[in-house]
């Protein structure tokens, strides 16, 4: 059946269930459906008695393929009714990867210039159903196809028309190892995520050196070292750039400094020709670079001198490089930074006076480090941070009071600290606190006193301290914004249950090693937690 005239849908809004049971049994206080959502509802209800939608306005239609697709309904048969419907937006990631295949791709490539935005991740997509973006889907500005393990090289010489392309999602797609050489044509990409795509060597970032707009590129966990790095030396409006996990050193720095070496009677102009020359070879001149991410990669002391030419860099990620105080040194003049990853790093407490100048600073993240309370006082003038990560062993109650003036912070993560009930006198400095973890074992009912009135929290980890009992939730009971709680590992009874029916909002609970069931934390969310979706213990 093909839905034309206005008086047709009309008929068939009004004789269906949903606008008969509105009509027949209106809810105290209910708004009328608008005639838009009527229209959605019974065309998603009756969807396989349409032959094709096409004939209706393009966002009526859009809106009708999202609602069969969020509520789970959206098939191969009912697909059939979206064919040359001019959808904008065909979000199918993660949707019944079992499902969506290359036999979906025929609907999908009959949008033609309409269609924008494409994501099949997760899908079961392979080359063949690859093919049929050369049908005319001449205007995708972004793609993602992520986590699928059918594409290969080959196949993705289906990319290489699609010119209006933006971003390019290919994550975790290990067979497509050669295939990037089919993306140099596509100069209006500035996305473009290659993460845990093991199959990515040097040689595929050679490609990539014609994107010149390039903005964002992520290849973590790839083979790609500091040879295929070069290739990104035209890229000069690169923001991005994620390392993570890569077989990538400072070995560049061996052939900066090779600089002193140069013959000191060649002229002003022919030496600045040389330097020229051989920094053009480096990511440190990447003068766009804002955000790196090279954690878990052969970063040491040595390799920190590069960070005095990444001027522009915001947000810097080192989780897991090793190196120490000496190697903080490189950062001190960095004002603009923000964002500072340094967990599991060999850095201690005399290292932090090298960040006691980044006033810029947002978030800084120190866990699993050498630090202890003397080093915290270098903290205290970097008015601008909101999120601190001090999961270290070595900081205690004394260390969270140097840190008083830091009245700014929304998310403070303690989870190994050693503070105790004293300490927790100094949360009371935190009054935007949004995020809070102290899982040290150290606190009792009597601590819990100083997180009741931290009346933004929204999450909140109390786990592994044994010795909360129920009393603990009757005094978080007013904290009516938190969505998320965790109190594992403690005292805490079924009858302190009762104390939760205030925390409207919680959606995740987690009570584990507790004397509280399953069937227990079902009973409170049937009665009082309407929005918990998460909960353990689980059956």
């Known amino acids: 059946m093909v839905v034309s005239g206005r008086g047709d849908a009309h008929k068939r809004l009004c004789s269906s269930k949903f606008f008969k049971s509105w009509v027949s049994h209106p809810q105290k206080g209910q708004h009328c459906p608008s005639l838009l959502n009527l229209c959605i509802h019974a065309a998603t209800q009756d969807i396989l008695q349409y032959h094709t939608f096409s004939e209706l306005p393009p966002d009526l239609t859009q809106q009708i393929f999202n609602n069969l697709l969020f509520s789970g309904r959206l098939t191969l048969p009912s697909l059939q009714a979206f064919r040359h419907c001019t959808l904008q937006d065909i979000y199918l990631g993660e949707y019944d990867a079992d499902v969506v295949d290359d036999s979906w791709m025929d609907i999908v490539s009959s949008q033609g210039s309409s269609l924008l935005h494409l994501d099949l991740s997760a899908s079961q997509l392979t080359d063949y159903g690859l093919s049929y973006l050369q049908q005319g889907l001449t205007n995708l500005t972004s793609l993602s196809f992520g986590r699928n393990h059918a594409i290969s090289a080959e196949g993705m010489s289906a990319l290489s028309g699609l010119v ?14 050669g295939g990037l050489v089919h993306l140099q044509g596509l100069t209006k990409l500035e996305s473009l995520n290659l993460k845990w795509c093991n199959c990515i060597i040097d040689v595929d970032m050679k490609p990539l050196s014609e994107l010149t707009n390039l903005k964002s590129l992520e290849i973590s966990s790839s083979k790609v070292t500091d040879i295929g790095i070069r290739f990104l030396k035209g890229l000069q409006n690169l923001a991005l750039l994620n390392l993570e996990g890569c077989f990538v050193t400072a070995a560049c720095l061996d052939t900066l400094a090779e600089l002193s070496l140069l013959d000191l009677r060649l002229t002003k102009e022919s030496f600045k020709q040389q330097v020229n020359i051989v920094i053009d070879c480096f990511l440190p001149e990447l003068p766009a670079l804002s955000n790196l991410n090279i954690s878990r990669c052969n970063f040491t002391n040595n390799g920190c001198e590069m960070f005095s030419r990444l001027t522009k860099l915001k947000s810097l990620n080192l989780d897991s490089c090793r190196i120490d105080d000496d190697g903080l040194v490189h950062l001190a003049g960095h004002q603009q930074l923000k964002c500072l990853e340094l967990s599991d790093t060999e850095i201690g407490s005399s290292g932090l006076q090298h960040l006691s100048g980044m006033y810029s600073l947002e978030k800084l993240n120190v866990s699993f480090t050498m630090i202890s309370d003397s080093g915290l006082s270098e903290l205290c003038g970097l008015s601008s941070l909101k999120s601190l990560n001090l999961d270290a062993r070595r900081v205690t109650d004394y260390g ?22 004293f300490g927790t006198n100094y949360l009371k400095n935190f009054k935007s606190l949004q995020s809070l973890e102290i899982c040290g074992g150290g606190l009792t009912d009597d601590g819990v006193k100083n997180i009741k009135n931290l009346s933004s929290l929204m999450f909140l980890n109390l786990s592994q301290n044994s010795n909360l009992t129920d009393t603990a939730l009757h005094l978080i009971s007013g904290l009516t914004s938190l969505v998320s709680l965790n109190v594992s590992n403690s005292r805490i009874t079924r009858d302190g249950l009762q104390h939760l029916k205030t925390l409207h ?17 079902k009973e409170l969310k049937s009665k009082y937690l309407p929005n918990l979706l998460s909960f353990r213990p689980e059956e």
Do not use: W, Y
């Not at 209006?164 to 190892?177: K, Q, T």
């Not at 969270?400 to 009930?421: C, E, N, P, R």
């Open 164 to 177: 209006n392309l933006v971003n390019l999602n290919l994550e975790r797609c290990p067979g497509i190892h």
């Open 400 to 421: 969270l009071a140097t840190l008083a003036s830091l009245s700014g912070l929304t998310d403070l993560d303690l989870f190994g600290v050693q503070i105790t009930d």
């Open 505 to 521: 909002k919680l959606r995740s609970l987690s009570m584990e090693s507790c004397e509280v069931t399953t069937n227990d934390i």
